[in-house]
Structure formats: structure tokens, C-alpha cells
């Protein structure tokens, strides 16, 4: 069972809203709770708040956080992912947020840190007890077991980004496994050209309706057809899709995909690319399965929608659709492993020049940036 622990931070020094209700005000450490379970495999060594400041608005306080933890692992398994959930206030909008920090490498009694940068909202009449709290909602380990209440499907979310950093790494440390360091080091140039040239969509959601705001979105609205990548080893495959298109926005996205695999399925994501009228290609993010209790089983079909309208652009200017292309981008199955597209995959169908690199491709060509080609060697080796 979940109890709330406050380390380091004693009672005397949590501050109330009523504490910080001047114009603006300096967060002290003593302001912020961080809640762990008797049993969590972390411990808080510090915790420091920079900058972080309160300010009040009318009836509301605003809270810019920047804060900066360092956590110790206590277990005996590899941390190779942690997602915190930090809350202002439950029911406030913008009272809420989350940070997780997956391609971790802890070891059993190491530290490492995370810092926590985002603004909140919460009511000043609100008194008592800290402005912020902290929790862990989930430690994800080596082996890929899991620790914590999982209120924001961080299991699945870290699983998934574990997936994607094995494949990766084990695409690298092949690299240099059959073309040495001159090849690694060709490996890394390309990737960090790749990442250069990925085209930055801005995409904005309006849950309901047609955001109509500028000449381009009052194109006549027209049914376009998805286009699907099919990969060999998909366990669910594509069958039929549409989106209402007009100009820059795409509204009611539908999706029918079949379970083709042996095992049942309980979440899928497919994968969304935008073509513009030049034939420029865009990722415009991806289509989940809305339904929590998902369970498609072998040879069954499901569909995959949102009834929210989706508006493109790049640099403010808008990107008008003219082709839209889906792929399986990511399966959960029942018994909660995760399937995601191998390297090959990816190349096949040309898609690393629009997807945006995992983040544990975007940590190893940042340490090769910093560090160079020994280091980055040296880090492989890790693994």
C-alpha cells in the first residue's frame, strides 16, 4: 500500500499558499513535499529550487518551478527509467504535471538527478500543507520489471522507450562491432545531420469541432484516405483510415487495424506523417487507442479515433495537408510487453528521416558532441 514519506523536508518547514502570497516570491525548499512509499527502491539525497518562484494572480498562484533532485537507487536492479508526477492542486487546470526521464543507467547505490521545469497553477485560498508535492509514480528496472501505482501508464510509456533504446544501441554497438570506430563515427554524423534536418511540426488539438482561425483552415473540408507502412513482424496491421481534412487541420482521425498476431493486444499507437502540397514530409504525431479497456484478441479488428481537430504548422506558418500515411508504432499486449518497429524497419520504409530520434539515439550523439568517439565507445560498452 502507497504511504506518503517526507524526506529531508521536516514538518516545520512545509509552507502554506497563504506562506508566498506576495506579488512574487522566492519557493524555498521547505515548500515542496517529496512523497515516496516505505518501499520505493529511491531515496531524495537534496533538493534545491533555483529560481523557482510564486506569484499571485487574482484568486490563483502561479508556481514557476525549477527544481533539481538528486536520487539515490536502494535496490538491487538497474533504474533505467523514472517518471514523477508532481501536483499544485488536483482539480485546478494546470494544477498538474509529470517529467520522466527514461535511457537511465543507475546502478544499486548510485545518484543521478532530475530537474523538474514547468509552471503550475493553484488557488491561494487553498491553506494548509506543502505548494507542491512529488511522487513517484513509476521506477522502471533493467529487466524490465516495474515499481509504482502507474496512474499515468508510465509502465507501458518507459517499457516502450526502453524498447526503442535496446534497438538503438544494439544498432550502434553493431556498427562498431563490424566497421570499427570510423564507422561508429560516420554512424553519428549521419544521425546528428538527421536530426538537423527533421522538419519541427507544431501541432495544436481543439477537442471538439473545427478550429476555424485563419484563411487557410476555411478550405472546404474533404474525406482523405490514410496510406499504411506495413512491417513484416507487426503484430497488429492497418486495414483502413480516414481523416477530415480542410487546409491546415485534420478532424476526427479513424483508424480499423487487426490483431494478426498470436497473443491479445490492450493498447495500440500508429504512427502519423502529413505530406504538404510539395510532397514535404511531416511527423504529426500519433493516434492511440482511446479505449482504456482495450482487449483485442487474435484475429479480431478494432478502431482507433479521437474526436478532437488537429492543426499543423511550421515556424507560425500553416502546413496544408495533401497526403496523410499511418504505421503500427507501438503494441502493448495483455501480459504487458511491448512490441516497437526494429531498425530495419525504419529504414525500409525511409522513416528516420521524419521521425524524431528515441531519446537514448538523441543521448549518445549528444555524448559523442561533448565527449567524442572514445567516450561514446566506452559508453556502448556498458551495455
Not at 514547468?118 to 500543507?129: A, E, I, K, W, Y
Not at 531498425?343 to 529504414?347: F, I, P, T
Given at each position: 500500500m502507497w504511504s506518503n514519506v517526507k524526506l529531508l523536508l521536516p514538518a516545520t518547514l512545509l509552507l502554506s499558499a497563504a506562506s508566498v502570497l506576495a506579488q512574487d516570491s522566492a519557493i524555498p525548499p521547505g515548500a515542496v513535499n517529496i512523497n515516496l512509499p516505505p518501499n520505493c527502491p529511491l531515496s531524495l539525497t537534496s533538493l534545491t529550487m533555483a529560481d523557482s518562484r510564486a506569484t499571485a494572480r487574482g484568486a490563483a498562484l502561479a508556481l514557476d518551478l525549477h527544481m533539481s533532485a538528486t536520487l539515490r537507487n536502494n535496490g538491487a536492479n538497474r533504474v533505467h527509467g523514472v517518471t514523477l508526477r508532481v501536483v499544485a492542486q488536483e482539480v485546478t487546470l494546470g494544477g498538474k504535471g509529470s517529467v520522466t526521464y527514461p535511457s537511465l543507467n543507475v546502478g544499486p547505490g548510485e545518484t543521478f538527478q532530475v530537474r523538474i521545469d514547468?509552471?503550475?497553477?493553484?488557488?491561494?485560498?487553498?491553506?494548509?500543507?506543502p505548494l507542491v508535492q512529488v511522487d513517484v509514480d513509476g521506477v522502471l528496472f533493467q529487466d524490465l520489471s516495474f515499481f509504482g501505482p502507474d496512474r499515468l501508464n508510465s509502465r507501458r510509456i518507459m517499457t516502450a522507450c526502453e524498447m526503442e533504446a535496446q534497438r538503438d544501441r544494439e544498432?550502434?554497438?553493431r556498427v562498431l562491432a563490424q566497421g570499427g570506430k570510423p564507422a561508429l563515427q560516420r554512424e553519428m554524423l549521419s544521425s546528428l545531420a538527421r536530426q538537423s534536418e527533421v522538419s519541427q511540426l507544431a501541432v495544436t488539438v481543439k477537442r471538439t469541432g473545427r478550429a476555424v482561425t485563419t484563411a487557410a483552415t476555411t478550405a472546404p473540408e474533404r474525406s482523405e484516405n490514410f496510406a499504411f507502412l506495413q512491417f513484416p513482424d507487426s503484430p497488429v496491421k492497418p486495414l483502413s483510415g480516414t481523416a477530415q481534412i480542410a487546409g491546415s487541420e485534420a478532424h476526427a482521425p479513424l483508424i480499423e487495424v487487426r490483431n494478426q498476431g498470436s497473443k491479445a493486444v490492450k493498447y495500440v499507437e500508429m504512427g502519423w506523417i502529413v505530406s504538404d502540397p510539395s510532397g514535404k514530409q511531416y511527423m504529426a504525431g500519433s493516434l492511440p487507442s482511446a479505449d482504456s479497456d482495450l482487449v483485442l484478441p487474435p484475429g479480431q479488428n478494432a478502431r482507433l479515433q479521437q474526436q478532437s481537430t488537429l492543426n499543423f504548422s511550421v515556424k507560425g506558418q500553416p502546413v496544408n495537408v495533401q497526403k496523410m500515411v499511418g504505421f503500427v508504432s507501438q503494441v502493448e499486449f495483455a501480459d504487458g510487453k511491448i512490441w516497437v518497429p526494429n531498425?530495419?524497419?525504419?529504414?525500409n520504409a525511409m522513416l528516420l528521416k521524419v521521425l524524431p530520434p528515441s531519446?537514448?539515439?538523441q543521448r549518445l550523439t549528444d555524448l559523442y558532441r561533448r565527449r567524442g568517439l572514445e567516450a561514446l565507445a566506452a559508453e556502448l560498452g556498458k551495455f
Open positions: 514547468m509552471q503550475l497553477m493553484r488557488p491561494s485560498q487553498v491553506s494548509g500543507g544498432h550502434f554497438k531498425r530495419q524497419n525504419l529504414e531519446a537514448e539515439e
